[in-house]
């Protein structure tokens, strides 16, 4: 997962530096951040990245939207923020 992080990145950043005038960049963005927000759910357990790790993305994502034809079956699904928090992780069990 971390190297996909990693190559997210990179192409985020190549794709900056073409200017690219298209949705490109952003969905590159958003997928970053889903992969990063999602990554200890998807390394430990990848059948759940429809049912948990995209009902948790953020309303406004455009992964999200892209497959939220998948969370069909959700009947009352979570609250959600509207998009993606500043914070790109958290540290659990630290202080200071």
């Known amino acids: 997962m ?16 073409k200017n690219i005038a298209s ?7 958003d997928m970053r951040r889903f992969v990063q927000y999602c ?3 998807v390394e430990n357990y990848p059948l759940q990245v429809y049912a948990s790790a ?3 993305s953020p309303a406004r ?4 939207n892209l497959y939220k034809r998948e969370l069909r079956w ?3 699904g979570p609250v959600v923020e509207e998009d993606w928090n500043a914070c790109t992780q958290t540290l659990d069990g630290h202080s200071g």
């Open 61 to 64: 994502s455009m992964t999200r």
């Open 74 to 76: 959700i009947t009352a």
């Open 39 to 41: 990554s200890q759910l």
């Open 54 to 56: 995209l009902a948790f």
């Open 23 to 29: 949705q490109l960049p952003r969905l590159v963005y």
């Open 2 to 17: 971390s190297q996909g992080v990693l190559s997210m990145a990179k192409l985020e950043s190549i794709l900056q530096q």
